[in-house]
Nanobody, 123 residues
């Protein structure tokens, strides 16, 4: 499965951006992670098909919304009320496995990764 991410860019604090990711095949669990220089990759959000279930890190909960389109094999991360500390390279990730809830925030459980897209929030 190949992933292609779209969106990102430069925005002022308090603004919004939308990231999307498209997969060439079926995806069970979608995830978004971010990384800044010198730091480990950080979990941002994930969504499973059941219910559907969405999961957010504490730092983005209430500001970011993740949704998926199973027919189109896409996922969208709507980011509102952006803060300078949200600045990072954002990566979409996908798994075709029936990932259990405790595995969702762990990047090692995702088999496929997008190329990364830069999000910069100015103060």
């Amino acid at each position: 499965v190949q992933l292609q991410a779209f969106g990102g860019g430069l925005v002022q604090a308090g603004g919004s951006l939308r990231l999307s990711c498209a997969a060439s095949g079926r995806v069970y669990t979608w995830g978004w992670f971010r990384q800044t220089p010198g730091h480990a990759r950080e979990f941002v959000a994930a969504i499973r098909p059941s219910n559907p279930s969405t999961y957010y890190s504490g730092s983005v909960k209430g500001r970011f919304t993740l949704s998926r389109d199973n027919a189109e094999n896409t996922v969208t991360l709507q980011m509102n009320s952006l803060k300078p500390e949200d600045t990072a390279i954002y990566y979409c990730a996908a798994s075709q496995s029936r990932m259990i809830q405790s595995s969702v925030p762990i990047d090692a459980y995702y088999e496929f990764w997008g190329q990364g897209t830069q999000v910069t929030v100015s103060s």
